[in-house]
């Protein structure tokens, strides 16, 4: 079993041990293995690059992953219909966003983005590129699980995309309950390694929910314990730390707890968490907004990069960069240009966080409405 971790492709064992049989076979491993169990794929060195440039100073991942779905909920918002034609306009307009490139290193595609192009038929992976923007595709929103996971990666990389993101949910009120979690970890590190096999950075992504009313402690509690077993099993699947990003929550209060958190405070608690359990090797952690105001997560960010950390600690917004780009596009041709600069204060503000440098002194009022809703899903 050693020797086989050490040579075969991790991608190869994806019916092998399972998530619970790990205390029965893991000593051996350690008491016949002398080398550090890190697999020296084919892409190792690309695979770091990647995340690295991803990882840049003042940048961070603008996700626009969407489902057809979700996309058609963003849409009705603004009276549209959820048409292919409105979801590439709404797309077209993120991504030729001239500039986007100095505040975002990475964006998120759903699968159709990822082979879609302008109404002028260039290619929304060249948009990015010539933005140095490095195309990234999601792999959990039509998830068929981890089988064929192999050669949908494949695909992605041959189409332009340098990473994935799975995302698994935690949620606090439905416990979680320890075979959740495990279960949770497991699915997220066999991706990984496959994803990695294949040439493409993963995004590690549970995300625990805001929903609860639950105190700050709950949550930290309970990502100290999910965060503890993704760990254990990327190692078990040598997974290559260096080329990984992550995309956890903040640590905040449940939403429907009594108390707000300050920035300082949500700052503290995530920090602490991240400090106690994620390896100086990982270059980056990207976090998600769930549902915060743009302001908030812009402020929570902004907390975090107060003082030097291991790690850059960015964000990979969905909601928290698209909310008033939206409010503002209202689907009107003559409203892009607006939109776009709305996309950029967004992502420029971010960057400055990133940096440790906002203020919000000047944003403006729909920029502070919060985007929590009960139960969402993507
Ligand atoms: P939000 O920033 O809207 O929580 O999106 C997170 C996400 O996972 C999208 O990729």
């Not at 981890?146 to 050669?151: E, K, M, R, Y």
């Not at 290559?240 to 429907?256: D, H, Q």
Request: net charge positive.
């Amino acid at each position: 079993m050693a020797s086989m971790k050490l040579s075969a492709p991790a991608s190869q064992w994806v019916g092998g041990r399972k998530p619970l049989d790990r205390g029965a076979s893991i000593r051996p491993a350690f008491r016949r293995v002398s080398v550090p169990v890190v697999r020296a794929g084919s892409y190792t060195d690309e695979l770091v690059q990647t995340a690295k440039s991803i990882a840049s100073p003042g940048r961070g991942i603008l996700a626009i992953d969407e489902s057809n779905a979700t996309c058609g909920k963003r849409l009705a918002s603004i009276g549209l219909d959820n048409t292919e034609a409105n979801r590439q306009a709404y797309r077209q307009l993120l991504l030729t966003t001239r500039g986007l490139g100095d505040y975002i290193s990475g964006a998120i595609l759903f699968e159709e983005t990822l082979y879609q192009s302008t109404t002028d038929g260039k290619k929304f992976v060249d948009c990015l590129c010539e933005e140095k923007i490095v195309p990234g595709s999601n792999n959990e929103s039509w998830c068929q699980g981890l089988d064929g996971l192999a050669s949908r990666c494949a695909e992605y990389y041959k189409q332009g995309a340098r990473f994935a993101k799975w995302r698994t949910v935690v949620s606090i009120p439905c416990g979680p309950s320890a075979l959740a979690v495990k279960e949770a970890a497991w699915g997220l590190a066999r991706y990984a390694a496959i994803a990695q096999d294949n040439g493409l950075v993963p995004i590690v992504e549970p995300e625990i929910l805001l929903d609860g009313d639950h105190p700050i402690e709950r949550t930290l509690e309970v990502a100290e314990n999910v965060w503890a077993e993704v760990f254990y099993y990327l190692a078990e699947n040598n997974v290559v730390f260096e080329g990984i990003l992550l995309k956890p929550s903040m640590v905040t209060p449940g939403a429907e707890h009594k108390e707000k958190a300050s920035p300082e405070t949500i700052a503290k608690f995530t920090l602490k968490l991240l400090n106690r359990r994620v390896p100086p090797a990982v270059p980056g952690i990207m976090f998600l907004s769930g549902g915060q105001s743009e302001m908030e997560a812009t402020l929570n960010l902004n907390a975090m990069n107060q003082g030097p950390n291991p790690w850059h600690v960015s964000f990979s917004y969905a909601r928290a960069l698209q909310n008033t780009v939206l409010k503002t596009w209202q689907g009107r041709p003559e409203n892009v240009a607006a939109a776009q600069k709305a996309l950029l204060v967004r992502a420029k503000a971010n960057s400055l966080a990133q940096l440790g440098r906002y203020s919000a002194e000047s944003e403006s009022d729909e920029a502070k409405k919060g985007m929590f809703q009960k139960g969402y899903t993507y």
